[in-house]
């Protein structure tokens, strides 16, 4: 059975919450053991997020853990769940992705409100953002498909690997993306950036929502 939507939005908010609260106070973490050695940091960052997003994954999947406005967008397009839900899913997402930086900057003792000043600009983040998104959404939907249980290994593996193979170190997520404008941390980008970024994920969502019934149908 079915959990309800306010079971399910809580989920989205909750895991959310958490996914941040990865992403950012691990990024805090390292940053300050790294001693200036940026690939160390960003190897601690890499690693917390993928492990992170297993266990929670694996912990708010039976209820829903999209966590993610491009794959709410996308199991939408798809039939997986209906429009009417759409709004509520994403608000959800934010509100938890928001909550989840403060709660980071809480736990390490620096200010609560902050806003990032971190560049990430220009035509090839951009298309790395595009990459990075389009490849998760492949992978959600082939092993939404074909192989559901994989679903929490696959993604914590493929976005670890995407840390590293892509420019913008693969945020591949709308409410992430807005979320990490307001820390001034590893993890941070400047809101004059979070645009393009948005852009580009969105973009990646439509040619999923192209690709990915064709390429995985069932045989």
């Keep these: 059975m079915q959990a309800s939507l306010n079971q399910r939005l809580a989920s989205e908010a909750l895991g959310t919450a958490f996914l941040l609260a990865i992403v950012v106070g ?10 200036g050695n940026v690939a160390v940091a960003l190897l601690a960052n890499t690693l917390a997020t993928g492990a992170g997003l297993i266990a929670l994954i ?16 996308m199991d939408a397009a798809t039939g997986a769940m209906p429009w009417r839900e759409v709004p509520a899913y994403v608000a959800a997402q934010i509100t938890g992705a928001l909550s989840g930086v403060w ?18 600009s220009g ?13 998760l959404l492949l992978v959600i939907y082939s092993l939404a498909k074909h192989r ?9 593996a493929y976005i670890t690997a995407a840390y590293w193979f892509t420019a913008s170190t693969s945020f591949a997520n709308p409410a992430v993306t807005m979320a990490r404008s307001v820390t001034e941390s590893f993890a ?18 439509v040619a ?4 990915a019934p064709r390429l995985f149908s069932a045989k």
């Design 148 to 156: 559901r249980e994989a679903i929490p290994y696959a993604v914590g």
């Design 208 to 211: 999923a929502v192209l690709i």
């Design 26 to 35: 691990s990024g805090i973490m390292a940053e300050r053991l790294a001693g």
């Design 123 to 135: 035509s090839a983040q951009a298309f790395s953002e595009f990459v990075a998104a389009f490849g």
């Design 103 to 120: 709660a980071a900057h809480a736990m390490f003792a620096v200010d609560i409100l902050q806003v990032s000043t971190k560049i990430r």
């Design 58 to 73: 694996l912990t708010f999947g039976p209820v829903s853990s999209h966590f993610n406005p491009i794959v709410t967008l």
């Design 188 to 205: 941070g980008i400047r809101p004059a950036d979070v645009p393009l970024f948005i852009v580009a994920q969105l973009v990646a969502t």
